[in-house]
């Protein structure tokens, strides 16, 4: 499948000298010119290019905030303030790295889901799907330590309790705290430290979607049939055509994130952000960014401590295992009548234990908490293995090609449109 | 080498492999001491530096402001203690509490000084996660935390919620009836 058809071959005399020297633009063109892409993508696929561009919003809006951020316990506060008041186009540059991390975690999250519907994470794609969940613990990893950047109430707190939680650790936990604080509790080092660090994860982050990216390029992509690509017929050419839609969605997305930065600022942050950490007074109502509730639910729905903090670890890791958890040999949901009920379901709980987190911790939202946590791991433990064996799959469409075109007469009775991925065929 | 190909070939002794790996494990030996030398000052240098320790010295504490029922905030080493009077009826009623019906169970005379049954001093931060529960509420006469709802009584054990233990008490001492030292416990003899 990675026998690219068309190799590169340069033209000038420069790129030939180049070539022979260092490959790089042979490299390119096999990954992102000719590399084949089966045919029948929908828009559910053009958000790896998406994550790709707050990747690089991120980190350049994040450099340059850098220049004016003093990360001190007495300093912070004022600089945030000093990047919105004075610095020309620092509310800007601010407003776009908040909410590009929330915008970065939508986007993720859709990329997860979108994985776990069309059984993106089964073989021989495992390697790929695990790296792409190391990549979403060094986002939290990286978001989190931002959040506590600005030295806000919120900021304080959250870093306070996060600390909390790694101190559940049995035997190490409190020579992890004392060694993440720098002192005796959170402070003036531990800011310097966090700043420190959550300009160190981004270039992690980079570094494993580099290989994120390597390994996509060996097994190829997954696509709505799950199967993969029989002829060359059944792919096109990444440039134009997945190219174009990739940028096409990039800029539609960008319009929801210049809303947000233009428009509702703030909406995502808490307004206890904007008063200056004060260890002697926690927010009336803690809670941590929205993309972390449903985390923060099952942290809570748990009556221990330590249980607590080990499921909600659990609920992260328990993704890298999907692949075989899954016992179905079908990738697709949309060929899979039973356990697409239950994938409905599953995103259904885990938006209702993001409602759940940002509630508070009492009466009724524990007991629910409590159900919704069970069917997040039962999901997962149970559900997976047990529907893959028992369910009959649809049949399968002979090829992506017939799946597009609809020739052959076969019922393939898939219940889907399929209806964004038709636009290629037109220009074969 | 002439007399150690000689020795191996003579087959008496040791395969010809042992040197090798002899070298191979002293290298490999060699190669984690030298790394765990290297690591070490990098992790040690997030400890808390000599200032911060410095600056965590005991501090002594004022009880004459403090009135009856009264909770005062204090700072020591960056944590949050509280010092708090308790009322006569408090201490009554925290004395009438089984033990029984706490789940990190704590004798009254275990939470305050002997002879100094009015005065508390505990971290105020709350032990499940660290946020600070506010006083003078829930049921127990002591403190509710806002963030996952556990909740203390007037002498600082966990009645209700997800902190697994009582708020701890930091090491502190009478100098006089009316002024305490945090950061250090009697002398023994006295």
């Known amino acids: ?428 | 080498m002439a007399n150690t190909s000689a020795a191996a070939s003579t087959g008496t002794a040791a395969p010809d492999g042992t040197r090798r790996d002899f070298m191979f494990l002293a290298t490999g030996a060699g190669l984690a001491v030298g790394v765990g030398a290297v690591a070490w000052p990098f992790v040690a240098s997030m400890a808390p530096d000599a200032a911060t320790i410095a600056a965590g010295a005991p501090i002594d504490v004022d009880l004459t402001p403090i009135t009856d029922g009264q909770i005062v905030n204090v700072f020591w080493r960056g944590k949050l203690i509280f010092v708090r009077k308790l009322t006569e009826k408090e201490v009554t009623d925290m004395k009438a509490i089984p033990e029984g019906q706490l789940s990190d169970p704590a004798p009254f005379g275990a939470r305050v000084k002997k002879g100094h049954d009015q005065w508390l001093v505990v971290y105020g931060n709350c032990t499940h996660l660290g946020c600070v529960p506010i006083g003078h509420q829930g049921n127990f006469e002591g403190w509710a935390c806002p963030c996952h709802g556990s909740q203390f009584d007037a002498v600082g054990r966990v009645r209700r919620g997800p902190a697994p233990i009582n708020l701890p008490i930091p090491p502190y001492s009478f100098q006089t009836d009316a002024k305490i030292r945090i950061g250090e416990e009697a002398k023994a003899a006295a």
């Not at chain 1, 993969?228 to 997305?253: H, L, M, N």
């Open chain 1, 1 to 428: 499948m990675s026998a690219h058809a068309n190799a590169y071959v340069p033209k000038s005399r420069v790129a030939k000298w180049f070539e022979a020297r260092l490959p790089i633009l042979g490299l390119v063109h096999s990954s992102f010119v000719a590399f084949p892409v089966p045919r029948n993508l929908n828009y559910f696929w053009t958000f790896g290019a998406i994550l790709m561009a707050f990747l690089g919003i991120q980190i350049v809006t994040g450099v340059w905030l850098a220049m004016h951020y003093e990360p001190s316990a007495t300093q912070a506060f004022n600089s945030v303030e000093h990047i919105m008041r004075d610095v020309n186009y620092g509310w800007l540059l601010r407003y776009a790295h908040a909410n590009g991390a929330s915008m970065f975690f939508v986007a993720v999250y859709v990329h997860i889901f979108r994985a776990l519907y069309y059984g993106s994470y089964k073989a021989p794609r495992e390697v790929l799907y695990i790296l792409g969940v190391i990549i979403y613990l060094l986002m939290m990893a990286t978001a989190f330590l931002g959040y506590t950047l600005p030295w806000g109430q919120m900021s304080f707190w959250g870093a306070t309790v996060i600390t909390n939680i790694l101190a559940a650790i049995p035997v190490v936990g409190d020579t992890i705290q004392s060694l993440l604080w720098g002192g005796y509790s959170v402070g003036n080092p531990t800011i310097n430290r966090f700043f420190s660090l959550h300009y160190l994860l981004p270039w992690m982050i980079v570094g494993v979607v580099v290989l994120h990216v390597w390994a996509l390029h060996v097994t190829g992509q997954n696509n709505p049939t799950g199967i993969p690509i029989k002829s060359s017929k059944d792919a096109v050419p990444f440039t134009p055509y997945a190219t174009i839609k990739d940028v096409f969605a990039v800029v539609v997305f960008m319009i929801l994130f210049a809303w947000f930065i233009f428009y509702q600022p703030n909406y995502l942050g808490h307004a206890d952000n904007y008063v200056p950490a004060n260890p002697a007074v926690t927010p009336a109502h803690i809670v941590p960014e929205w993309y972390f509730l449903p985390f923060y639910a099952i942290l809570r729905a748990v009556p221990s401590k330590l249980g607590g903090v080990i499921l909600m670890f659990s609920a992260v890791l328990i993704l890298a295992l999907a692949p075989w958890l899954d016992t179905s040999r079908v990738r697709s949901c949309n060929y899979r009548p039973i356990y697409r009920q239950f994938f409905w379901l599953f995103l259904a709980v885990t938006v209702i234990l993001g409602w759940l987190g940002a509630k508070p911790p009492e009466g009724g939202y524990v007991i629910a908490s409590q159900i919704c946590t069970f069917y997040y791991f039962a999901h997962f433990l149970l559900v997976m293995p047990i529907v893959g064996l028992i369910e009959t799959p649809k049949a399968l469409p002979g090829s992506i090609l017939e799946s597009v075109t609809g020739p052959g007469k076969q019922v393939s009775g898939s219940g889907m449109p399929a209806g964004a991925a038709a636009a290629p065929t037109t220009k074969g």
